[in-house]
């Protein structure tokens, strides 16, 4: 399955403050709803991921985002999102406790496995999924996405308190990723805030077949394998694998 990240920065590589985020743009929001929403094969949708913050951080009136699966990871807030559904909305919203065992399985494909039900939803039918947030979220999935698509926005949020700010992981951004194309400059119509979209791809050779057959194959065993105790520890193996 493809996996995009999508997120806006500001020229120091912060998302937000306070869990929420550091402008508000129109422009912005609609490119992130044409892209996170649209699909080459129709009769497939995307998904959107994100945290708990910023589930909350999205207008109720636009919650879920529609037309796109909604997958929220959280563990404490769980009970409250478990069956989530408005009045004449069917846009299915699923909870996740476990962010990097779903991405390890939707790589299942690299190891062979035919089955994408996962907690009872047919990941099949997801073309793309984008995880849309937060800050840790972005650290922890950003191995095993293939692509980022960033909103650059050339201006500088200023707050005294430095320590509420959210990063996005700009460090390994540059580590695996390069630029792939950047969209034209635009000017938002109502603040004046210049803003640029800008696509990475990995870098040729940072991510081989092999190598993520790899470590999708262990991920895979560390998650779902059998445990056993041996005289010399704990064995953890899987049939097949």
């Not at 995009?4 to 402008?23: C, K």
């Not at 909305?89 to 035919?114: K, M, Q, W």
Request: proline letters at 4%; charged letters at 25%; a neutral charge.
């Amino acid at each position: 399955m493809n996996i995009s990240i999508i997120a806006s920065v500001d020229i120091n590589g912060r998302i937000g403050y306070e869990n929420e985020l550091l402008y508000d743009i129109p422009e912005d929001k609609r490119i992130f709803k044409r892209i996170t929403s649209k699909t080459i094969d129709p009769k497939k949708i995307n998904a959107v991921l994100m945290g708990y913050n910023t589930w909350k951080s999205i207008p109720d009136r636009y919650r879920p985002l529609p037309g796109r699966l909604n997958i929220v990871c959280t563990r404490s807030h769980a009970d409250e999102l478990s069956g989530y559904s408005k009045d004449d909305d069917d846009t299915p919203v699923i909870v996740c406790n476990d962010v990097n065992a779903l991405a390890s399985n939707l790589h299942r494909d690299f190891i062979g496995e035919s089955s994408w039900v996962i907690d009872g939803f047919d990941y099949q039918t997801i073309e793309t999924l984008y995880v849309i947030g937060g800050g840790e979220i972005y650290r922890s999935l950003i191995p095993y996405a293939n692509r980022v698509i960033l909103n650059h926005i050339y201006k500088t949020y200023h707050n005294m308190d430095s320590s509420k700010y959210i990063h996005f992981p700009m460090d390994l951004l540059r580590e695996y990723f390069k630029i792939e194309r950047s969209e034209d400059l635009v000017i938002s119509k109502r603040d004046k805030i210049p803003f640029r979209y800008t696509n990475y791809i990995l870098k040729s050779g940072e991510d081989t077949s092999e190598e993520r057959s790899y470590l999708n194959s262990l991920a895979n065993i560390l998650n779902e394998g059998a445990r056993r105790e041996t005289r010399s520890g704990v064995t953890i193996s899987k049939f097949g694998i």
